[in-house]
């Protein structure tokens, strides 16, 4: 027995006791309606993006000067698991990784690092650089997407009407920030004419620094008085356009107007910036965060209220469209949850009633509410959200619950049935089955230890399995010593008593059991054997049970990727986007969808695998009326890409579960060299197309573009009065623009922009005519000083760790896993791989590379686990023989696993290892309590033999109880993507584990008991 008796103390202070239960139900109540909702857990990413800019420097120098001498600083990064770096020509985008195991509320700290280490080195950038600068709320996910289209106003209205939209929805409660999408900067352009301006003998530069020195804010002074302060304020600063438009120049003796020799309008940004569309038409977007710990339900609701007040205020012709609602999301999901944990509670209590008869159930069912009742209370301190996982965490607790509450009934209603008095079978449990009911429940929850503590975000994504288990089992232990008692009192009847007194017989199905147990006893080592052959079959069969990481989600979302050839222009991009628009626009299976040019998606969903913003990219996020509108939509959208995009790279997947992973099927090439990764890769690619399960093959970069090269003549320029610093200035302000000042709008800063007119930046054939301003106010041909020709280079490249990486990239064909794809292209990947020069390698990524890595994390906590568990039992047991029984039993559950999974068909993935680890807690359980029960009829003064059939008959009703209760508990969640495989894993293990335990334990404790005995005896006589 374990301390004081509770379950004495309970029934002794009844009213007490009842009072504490009313407080425990009721306040259970009141949380269970405050507790916060989302749709995924909280983790960490563990991820901060640094980009630095050098405009004008090649992709070379861009690689050596700026991504290597930052790659150097922040490879010393405390912590740091990997750098990956992705540079084009003047700017490079490094993202820094910290080690899984790295804890969350360490990780500011290094991101404080990081910036320390980077603004000490900053000073050894070259002249020019911009930058650094770092995003470490990589991780924000923006749940609620508005989009607002117009109809008869301009892009500017419509901004102004979103930016006054955003100010109001910035005040209500739980919002922390609203990004602004699809939003196109005002520009005024100056196009000036080269040669006309030549004519006039006017001097570019100056006119620009006489536009500057106008527009510049300076303190004019203040004036003061005996009296007051006066601020002098300085005329000149441009408001608008037409400011701009009356400035004068003095050309010799006469002004000129700026109009006079330069066309002046106002536009948008040149190209544009990343761009917005809804169900086909452009729109701005505002994207809006949620406070951590907020309750998405409440958010959506505040916003929606806020919205129709909105829109009474918005003009006629501009309309909002609810792109993106995790709210709704989340509450149908936890509606199906809640739905599913209410089933398994029913299903629960009608296993409790029709097994132990209604006053025993009646007992059991209170025991349900109660717990439950005092675990939401502790989940709220614990910071426990209702989300995918915390909700099938209590289903899971669900089922494992009621064993406790069941094991103190049963044995309360047996002491009832050889005499006992009410008070003395109440608190007969507490003096012999606490100790191992508890111990039961320790080690139960040290299964769940390598899902609470793998270091890695697939274990932090899934910790609240362990927090809702462990706090579940717990309590659930304490209920039943102290409540369960009461309640047994207050309802349970002693059962009448066969003549004699003496209890009733045992029905036809103990009968029945103790028989086939006597004769399993009997043949024990031909029981032992086949127990080991079946187990060894299992093994064998694991082989043919699917792999998996974790399964695409079950929302009706379908995210399309669209990548163009890398030197393709936004504009190539839009127009792209815009025939897909009009493909979608005729599906019948599409609710709406929204798309992005020029970028990736927002994250409006957590594990979302967010894309770089690159001119040559654009994604579709594609809502299906339905789930299996989604399935039929998949195949369509794919081969109108394969049919109407050919030269594109694109994809089609559902959203993923788990950490964002990708393509599922990644390999990288490493090395130093471009040319030598190119052709590993080119090879590695027909390698993987030639396997069946793979489609799409492609680089992530690997093709080089054409670019204009300006090859000058130093002598001929400098002659002339030139440098190559001055003929790039000049080049970029008349091709690109240069901003020369800034007009102040509203709240907006306007862009002045000088460049040369459409007519002599965008012709290639004029370029060698182009004017190039020299000292003394006259122009000169770029053709008399330069040759132009055509050369190459590389638009982007990756790196990893600071070295060169290209990786190839590959979907799987439909009702294929990308493990299987991983497996059957390892002997091939192996053969190249030892074929390679020194210097160069070929890595696993993807799928394979993060199901690697989360396994491993949770594979690092088991030793503890094993550690735990064994400590537990050993406290209990005190006995290495009884110990030896339990650590015996625990692998046979693996028979009824692998059965489970291949009859249903479901893959074993990250989950379903996790209720695996899961399951030994719960067998080991099983088999302390039988083994105490054993021990307690022996010291009662039955024979070996005897003890162990009378046990194990005993503990018949309550073990298999609780497997029954805990696979039809499970039942619910079994259909679903996410929980399927561990439910079908732990019923199948825990039904065949539990049937096991009754057969195979007892004559394992007869064949090492009974020699021992022997031993013991025959050393007495001597």
Request: aromatic share 8%; charged share 20%; proline share 6%.
């Amino acid at each position: 027995m374990i301390g004081p008796n509770l379950s004495e103390w309970s029934i002794k202070r009844p009213q007490l006791v009842v009072y504490f239960m009313l407080v425990a139900v009721i306040a259970g109540a009141l949380v269970f309606m405050r507790l916060g909702r989302n749709e995924d857990p909280a983790f960490t990413f563990r991820t901060m993006v640094v980009q630095a800019a050098w405009p004008g420097a090649t992709i070379e120098e861009t690689l050596l000067q700026v991504t290597e001498r930052l790659e150097r600083t922040l490879q010393e990064t405390p912590n740091l698991d990997r750098l990956r770096s992705y540079t084009i020509a003047g700017q490079t985008t490094i993202f820094v990784e910290l080690k899984g195991a790295t804890p969350p509320a360490v990780v500011p700290d290094m991101w404080y690092e990081v910036r320390k280490r980077i603004g000490d080195m900053r000073h050894t950038l070259p002249q020019g650089v911009i930058g650094p600068g770092f995003n470490d709320d990589f991780g924000d996910t923006f749940g609620i997407i508005f989009g607002f289209t117009a109809d008869g106003f301009g892009h500017r209205e419509l901004r102004d009407q979103v930016e006054a939209v955003r100010s109001r929805l910035l005040r209500v409660p739980d919002v922390t920030k609203i990004e602004i999408l699809g939003a196109q900067d005002e520009v005024v352009f100056i196009e000036f004419s080269l040669e006309r301006l030549a004519g006039l003998g006017l001097n570019y530069p100056a006119l620009i620094a006489a536009l500057q020195a106008q527009n510049a804010v300076r303190p004019a002074g203040v004036v003061q008085t005996g009296l007051e302060r006066l601020s002098l304020r300085v005329s000149g600063a441009f408001q608008n356009e037409a400011d701009l438009a009356s400035v004068s120049f003095l050309a010799g003796d006469r002004l000129v107007r700026l109009t006079d020799i330069a066309e002046i309008r106002r536009g948008f940004t040149d190209p544009p910036q990343p761009m917005f569309r809804v169900n086909g038409r452009p729109a701005i977007g505002l994207a809006v965060a949620m406070r951590d710990g907020g309750d998405i339900l409440a958010l959506g609701d505040n916003l929606r209220r806020e919205m129709r007040k909105i829109e009474r205020d918005l003009p006629i012709g501009i309309e909002p469209f609810l792109v993106a609602d995790q709210a709704k999301t989340v509450d149908s999901a936890i509606g199906d949850f809640t739905e599913s944990l209410w089933q398994a509670i029913l299903i629960i209590m009608g296993v409790s009633f029709v097994a132990l008869g209604v006053r025993a159930g009646a007992v059991v069912a209170l025991s349900i509410p109660l717990t439950l009742a005092i675990v939401f209370p502790l989940m709220m301190l614990a910071g426990i959200d209702l989300q995918r996982i915390s909700l099938g965490a209590l289903i899971i607790a669900l089922t494992l619950l009621v064993d406790d509450a069941m094991t103190t009934i049963d044995a309360m209603i047996r002491r009832l049935s050889v005499g006992d008095r009410k008070d003395q079978a109440a608190t007969f449990a507490y003096r012999t089955l606490a100790a191992p009911m508890l111990t039961g429940t320790l080690v139960t929850i040290a299964g769940f230890l390598p899902i609470g503590f793998a270091a890695s975000s697939a274990g932090e994504y899934t910790f609240s399995i362990f927090a809702v288990v462990g706090i579940a089992l717990v309590v659930s232990w304490f209920v039943a010593v102290v409540f369960a008692p009461l309640l047994g009192m207050a309802i349970l009847k002693a059962p009448k008593l066969a003549t004699g007194g003496e209890a009733p017989a045992p029905g036809r199905i103990l009968q029945g059991y103790a028989g086939f147990l006597r004769f399993a006893i009997r043949f024990r080592w031909v029981t032992i054997a086949a127990a080991v052959v079946a187990f060894v079959i299992a093994l064998f069969a694991l082989r043919f049970v699917p792999q998996q990481f974790f399964p695409s989600s079950d929302r009706p979302e379908l995210v399309v990727d669209l990548t163009l050839p890398q030197n393709a222009s936004i504009h190539a991009a839009e127009t792209a986007m815009e025939r897909l628009d009009a493909a979608f626009a005729k599906d019948p299976d599409i609710a709406h969808w929204s798309s992005y040019v020029g970028r990736g998606a927002i994250r409006f969903y957590l594990p979302l695998n967010v894309q770089l913003p690159n001119p040559f990219f654009a994604q579709a996020v594609v809502v299906a009326k339905d789930l299996e509108a989604r399935k039929r939509l998949q195949p369509r959208i794919e081969a109108l890409l394969a049919e109407q995009f050919p030269a594109a790279i694109s994809r089609v997947a559902p959203l993923e579960l788990g950490p964002p992973v990708g393509w599922p099927i990644q390999y990288r090439v490493l090395g130093p060299d471009i040319e030598g990764i190119r052709g590993i890769a080119k090879e590695l690619a027909q390698v993987v197309a030639t396997s069946g399960g793979v489609r799409s093959p492609s680089f992530d970069w690997i093709e080089p573009s054409r670019q204009l090269r300006i090859q000058v003549d130093q002598d001929q320029a400098r002659q002339l009065g030139l440098s190559s610093a001055a003929i790039a200035a000049t080049l970029n302000s008349v091709i690109t623009g240069s901003v020369i000042t800034q007009i102040r709008d509203d709240i907006y800063l306007v862009n002045v922009l000088a460049r040369a007119t459409a007519s002599e930046r965008l012709s290639l054939d004029t370029l060698q005519t182009m004017q190039v301003p020299i000292p003394g106010g006259r122009s000169v041909a770029l053709g008399q000083f330069a040759t132009i020709s055509y050369g190459q280079e590389y638009p982007l490249v990756w790196r990893r760790d600071r070295v060169l990486s290209l990786t190839v990239q590959a979907d799987v064909r439909p009702g294929i896993l990308p493990e299987r794809v991983v497996s059957e292209l390892a002997p091939r990947i192996a053969e190249l791989q030892a074929k390679l020069p020194a210097g160069y390698a070929i890595e696993t990524g993807g799928i394979a590379e993060e199901s690697e890595k989360s396994r491993a994390s949770v594979m690092a906590v088991v030793p503890i686990m094993i550690v735990v568990m064994l400590t537990v039992l050993m406290f209990q047991l005190q006995s290495f023989a009884r110990l030896g029984l339990v650590v015996a039993i625990l692998p046979l559950g693996l028979i009824g696993v692998v059965a489970s999974l291949l009859m249903f068909g479901r893959p074993l993935g990250f989950v379903a290892i996790l209720g695996i680890l899961a399951l030994l807690g719960m067998i080991a359980k099983n088999a302390v309590i039988l083994i105490v029960q054993i021990e307690e009829d022996r010291a009662s003064g039955l024979a070996l033999r005897d003890a162990v059939v009378a046990s194990a008959t005993s503990r018949l009703r309550p073990m298999m109880l609780t497997a029954l209760s805990t696979v039809l508990g499970l039942i619910p969640i079994a259909p679903t993507v996410f929980w399927g495989p561990m439910a079908f894993a732990i019923m199948g293990g825990l039904l065949v584990a539990t049937l096991l335990t009754l057969i195979v334990l007892p004559a394992l404790y007869v064949i090492v008991l009974e020699r021992r005995d022997d031993r013991a005896a025959v050393a007495k006589q001597a």
